[in-house]
């Protein structure tokens, strides 16, 4: 074999391996491998859901009246009071008092019966519904304070990202579940 085949074999190789050497170097991120995490500030969002709650109550109604005009209580009333008013004086002066007595006892009657159909009720149990609303908190996600380097940043993730984030050719690596500390 000639010098210069040699030679020439010796400087391939020799470029090879250097251009190889490039290219792993090139490959290799020398630059930190995560971004230390300062603060992690969890996004919440409220959750209304309104629901109906029932209860059982009882409710009192006015009886209807049977005797609108109550007369009844009326006629009694006045026959009472004639009754005593006829105990009272003697001759014209017991007819008067009869008379006042079965006025006032009318009267009397009439009221007396108003107010007992003022009070008769009854009751019954109805269903009321109301609706209310619960509330409650998710987390949406998070808003992060980072270092990478002498560089601080912010970025907003999906999950909490722990005490770093992973760096990947200088670039955060913003998904996947959580890092190991």
Do not use: W
């Amino acid at each position: 074999m000639d010098k210069s085949m040699m030679l020439g074999i010796g400087l391939g190789a020799l470029g090879v391996t250097a251009g190889g050497a490039v290219a792993t170097y090139s490959l290799v991120d020398f630059g930190p491998k995560y971004a230390e995490v300062l603060v992690a500030q969890p996004l919440v969002e409220t959750i209304s859901t309104p629901r109906e709650v029932c209860k059982d109550v009882v409710v009192s109604h006015r009886s209807p009246v049977k005797d609108q005009h109550r007369i009844a209580g009326t006629v009694i009333g006045a026959l009472a009071g004639g009754l005593l008013g006829n105990q009272v004086g003697g001759g014209s002066g017991k007819k008067v008092a009869t008379v006042a007595g079965a006025v006032a006892g009318g009267y009397a009657g009439n009221k007396v019966q108003e107010n007992m159909q003022a009070s008769d009720t009854y009751n019954t149990t109805e269903t009321r519904c109301t609706t209310v609303t619960d509330t409650s908190e998710k987390v949406v996600g998070y808003d992060v304070e980072y270092r990478l380097g002498d560089q601080v940043g912010r970025v907003r993730m999906d999950h909490n990202p722990g005490p770093r984030i992973p760096v990947k050719n200088g670039q955060l690596v913003l998904t996947g579940e959580q890092n190991p500390a």
